[in-house]
């Protein structure tokens, strides 16, 4: 079993900055891929950004230059850095794994963003 435990959201003013982060616990060897989906209100939960373990990323259009994700191998832990942050950008982020050997796929019980004034 897998375990997410994810931090950093919150409410923050248009402008503004929030790092998530999620770190994997439990039985794995290692990390496949990690990455962060969010969902809004009446909307549908999508992609945000994802990293393998090699460093290869994919970043959704919406957020290119002002999201940045990087992932701590020896950690087990991502990182969203979000910058220039917009009220679009309000929704629940949930963090997202795939473990090895398994690829077993897991999910975090989510943190809120807010962006408003």
């Known amino acids: 079993q897998v375990q997410l435990v994810e931090s950093g959201g919150g409410l923050v003013q248009p402008g503004g900055s929030l790092r998530l982060s999620c770190a994997a616990s439990g039985t794995f060897f290692s990390i496949s891929r990690m990455g962060w989906y969010r969902q809004a209100p009446g909307k549908q939960r999508e992609l945000v950004a994802r990293s393998t373990r090699s460093g290869s990323t994919n970043v959704v259009d919406s957020v290119k230059g002002r999201f940045t994700i990087s992932l701590d191998n020896a950690k087990n832990t991502v990182y969203l850095q979000m910058n220039n942050l917009k009220p679009e950008d309000t929704a629940v982020y949930y963090c997202?794994?795939?473990?090895?050997?398994?690829?077993?796929?897991?999910w975090g019980q989510g943190t809120q963003v807010t962006v408003s004034s």
């Open positions: 997202n794994t795939i473990v090895l050997p398994t690829y077993e796929n897991y």
